[in-house]
């Protein structure tokens, strides 16, 4: 999103597709700049190749962008199904097809996907995954990145009934990785601390394991109410309207952090390097790989927070 940012900074005229998986089209939708997104839907393709209804769909996605005729197509992930999409895009006489030519360090790229590229961009290993996408695009339309990254995110229009009328703060406790989880007593410490505050708490979950988790949390904490299970536009309600955020390394939190929310990153087991919101002085990044943030770090983040949004 902040390239889409970036490239309409630089040409307001421009004219931004996307191809996005499926389960994320909503996300996207998010951006008034993008002008049509194109559902790709290849996790279900590959679960059900023998219907004929997966081969029409396919058909229909190629058929819809051989429509179109690029001046320019990006690739920012650089993996193989990436790669194939860039290479069954049409690009108009003296375009191009930009991807990065090596991938950062701990990231899922995939060299063959330079094959479809006619120029390939350079990164550092250790460039911030934001930056990563936002300095290909750049050097393949002939700009320079200056600017503190922006999403342009438009507000999601739902006020679903669990939403409260009053302030809240959210607690996006949920992550695949055991290891990037924070301790349920640092949780129910935290909430104790906003408690003091009169802030109550909403605790979203994912899946069966997180709900538990949830439940258990709140049953310590006096002032913390489970979610029922969220779609995900009403996620990103929750997370664009709280008051504070305070996550540990997962989407929610970096949504959150892209709407500006007053928002608390929480690193225990990942490189903050990677996906730190350093955009805007309401993000408050603590800990790094192998250091959680402390009980007490978050409190002196939880105070500057709310101190300078009063």
Known sequence: MPIVDDLLRHFPDAQIDWVVEEAYVNLVRLHPGVRRIFPFALRRWRKNLLAAGSWQEIRHF?????????????????LLKTGLIMGLARIKPGGKKVGLANGTEGSGYEGISRVFHTESVAVDSRTHAVLRGRLVAAQACGYRVDTPASFGLSKVPLSPAWLPASKYAVFFHGTAGASKKWSQANWVHIARTLAQQSLPILLPWGN????????????????????????????????????????????????????????????????????EGNWSPKIINLGDQGRAATVEEVERAIRSLLTSSD
């Open 62 to 78: 190629l058929a819809e962008l051989h429509r179109e005729q690029y001046d320019v197509v990006l690739d920012t992930q650089g």
């Open 208 to 275: 069966p394991t997180e709900k538990a988790e949830a439940e258990q949390m709140a049953a310590q904490m006096p002032n913390a109410r489970v979610l029922p299970q969220l779609s995900m536009q009403e996620a990103i309600v929750l997370a664009q309207r709280a008051a504070l955020a305070i996550g540990v390394d997962t989407g929610l939190t970096h949504i959150a952090a892209a709407y500006e929310t007053p928002t608390i990153e929480i690193y225990c087991d990942s490189p903050r390097w990677k996906t």
